[in-house]
């Protein structure tokens, strides 16, 4: 498989400040996205944390470990790295007062081969593009979701909700955190979107099919599904990575139409 990716953040239309982080190894295939809390700067300080912690230590682990790696060694890797970036937060937010409070959702993916390990801790999101159809995989841990699932309401009421915002798991609000990692299997042509609440509470999931849908080239998708947040209110910073999978038989097929063949 051969990967591409791109990064995109933007503050919005009416927040001062970025507290989302996003950042991506293309050597190791690792792609990390951040939405961080607190006052002062301290969401922008977790999530940046998260980001340059999780991309240093885990893509350092993922280049020695080679492609022999299991998928279960590069899970545990994962599991390790992000325990150790929650602590980090943790301490550095009881450490300092300005700090206190301060934490960050997750969600991040590692490409191996045709598999693809996603993590996430909190209500930034993965979607999947896979022939025209766009599904959410990655399930929120919110307030909201929960009450989803309980049956008190339906999707449909979740999107007028007063509580959207309320997670239930966030890293560096205590000392230990639940990441929950699922493993899918990657097709070429698939199209992964990690973003945060920014883009999907701005944009529903139909728009944000139509725009990954678009004949162009994954930078103008990124920035066109920014713009349409900004457009529909931009309440919130606003990030997104896009990673495409291909293939050697893309390749062959370029190399054989360039020889006519």
Known sequence: MIYQFCAKSDPGRTRGNNEDSVTFDAATRLFVLADGMGGYNAGEIASGMATAFIKSELSRWLAEAGPGASLRDVRRAMEICVDNANLSIFNSANANTHYAGMGTTLVMGVFRDDKLLVGHVGDSRCYRLRAGVLQQITKDHSLLQEQIDAGLITPEQ???????????????????????????????????????????????????GQILS??????????????????????????????????????????ARLLGK
Request: hydrophobic fraction near 45%; charged fraction near 25%.
């Open 158 to 208: 979740a999107n007028n909700s007063s509580i959207k915002n309320l997670v239930t798991r966030a890293l560096g609000v205590e000392g230990t955190v639940a990441m929950e990692i699922n493993e899918h299997a990657v097709e070429i042509g698939d199209l992964y979107l990690l973003c945060s609440d920014g883009l999907s509470d701005m944009v529903d999931d139909a728009n944000i």
């Open 214 to 255: 678009l004949a162009m080239e994954m930078d103008p998708k990124a920035n066109r599904l920014i713009e349409v947040a900004n457009e529909n209110g931009g309440r919130d910073n606003i990030s997104v990575i896009l990673a495409m999978a291909g293939g050697p038989a893309e390749k062959r097929g370029l190399i």
